[in-house]
């Protein structure tokens, strides 16, 4: 049974640094494209980031490029999203996702709320 699970989120004032890890169980972990996605209150899901299986190649949305960071390690199954310079657009639900030939998983999510 795939599990992912995400863990790291709080409350941080803006300007201020999370950081993101989602563990991953279940599978093979090194074959799968990692992504994190965010839904707000009121908003559709959106694509934060993604890493290719083997962290040759990331992607960020505009809105974050320059201030999160993906990584993976994969002898721990483990993806990771650096958050810095946070702001009040940035609090959402995130989500780790797993990507291996059409076969999608969800994590449960993790709230990240910036306010002062």
């Known amino acids: 049974q795939v599990q992912l699970v995400e863990s790291g989120g709080g409350l941080v004032q803006p300007g201020g640094s999370l950081r993101l890890s989602c563990a991953a169980s279940g599978l093979i972990f090194s074959r799968y494209t990692m992504s994190w996605y965010r839904q707000a209150p009121g908003k559709e899901r959106e694509l934060v980031a993604t890493i290719t299986n083997s962290a040759d190649s990331t992607h960020y949305a505009d809105s974050v490029k320059g201030r999160f960071t993906i990584s993976r390690d994969n002898a721990k199954n483990t993806m990771y999203l650096q958050m810095n310079a946070l702001n009040v657009e940035d609090t959402a639900v995130y989500y780790c996702?797993?990507?291996?030939?059409?076969?999608?998983?969800w994590g449960q999510g993790t709230q990240v709320t910036v306010s002062s």
């Open positions: 996702t797993a990507l291996n030939y059409g076969a999608r998983y």
